[in-house]
């Protein structure tokens, strides 16, 4: 199935450093969403972004939505060892008429080391 | 608030086997959501319901795969026969009423198939 391109795959970052990624497509999205997984849960999402050009922030989590519409950035700043995850992006384009796409990056794997 | 409630948390079985995943929504989350999780890589939608209408299964193998959510609450989702590629996590998600941005995950049901 289709994915969104995600970079970098993963990550070994010490702790205390800002780390980014992002999520980049061929199509265009409406909302734009940012997901943490740790290992034997679901996805959690961590911030939601619905308009071009904005910057929204949860803590230490801060993500952009690209003006092009078709790509996004994650930042989080002075890492920590809970950061450790996969944190995957996801594109929403809903219309009134039907059409519907929920697409998911293909993941960063994030390590934090102490 | 309950979160999303799947069973069973893990399954094997043998090829050419039957199985049947479960999920629970949180209460009053019409939308719900099945989806495929390869290892390494991100969810992928197999079916949306709004209530108990499957409104996009265009990406269910319904030549050994179905689902159902009788009531507009719990939903099965049911793999017959289960073929070696069927190995995944399985998913389920549900989201209030709306564009369905806002997913709330369950935990998974992790398939491996001998």
């Known amino acids: 199935g289709q994915q969104l391109n995600q970079s970098p795959q993963s990550m070994f970052i010490q702790e205390g450093e800002d780390v980014s990624m992002n999520c980049t497509s061929s199509?265009?999205?409406?909302?734009w969403l940012w997901y943490k997984q740790e290992p034997g849960e679901g996805p959690v999402l961590l911030i939601a972004l619905y308009k071009a050009g904005e910057l929204t922030s949860n803590g230490r989590l801060t993500a952009q939505f690209g003006i092009t519409r078709k790509d996004s950035f994650l930042n989080i700043s002075a890492s920590i060892p809970s950061d450790v995850g996969i944190y995957f992006c996801?594109?929403?384009?809903?219309?009134?008429?039907?059409?519907?796409?929920?697409?998911f990056g293909t993941g960063t794997r994030l390590k934090v080391l102490a | 608030e309950a979160g999303v409630v799947q069973s069973p948390r893990y399954k094997i079985i043998e090829k050419k086997q039957p199985v049947a995943f479960w999920c629970n929504p949180i209460s009053g989350h019409n939308t719900l959501y099945w989806y495929l999780q390869n290892l390494g890589q991100g969810p992928e939608l197999l079916i949306r319901y709004e209530n108990e209408e499957a409104v996009d299964d265009s990406q269910l193998p319904k030549d050994r795969f179905s689902a159902e959510r009788l009531k507009g609450v719990d939903s099965t989702l049911k793999i017959q026969p289960a073929e070696l590629g069927d190995s995944a996590v399985y998913l389920c998600?549900?989201?209030?009423?709306?564009?369905?941005?806002?997913?709330?995950f369950g935990p998974g049901t992790r398939l491996l198939v001998l």
């Open positions: 199509s265009i999205f409406n909302t």
């Open positions: 996801a594109g929403l384009t809903y219309k009134t008429s039907g059409t519907y796409k929920y697409i």
């Open positions: 998600a549900s989201s209030r009423p709306g564009t369905g941005a806002t997913q709330y």
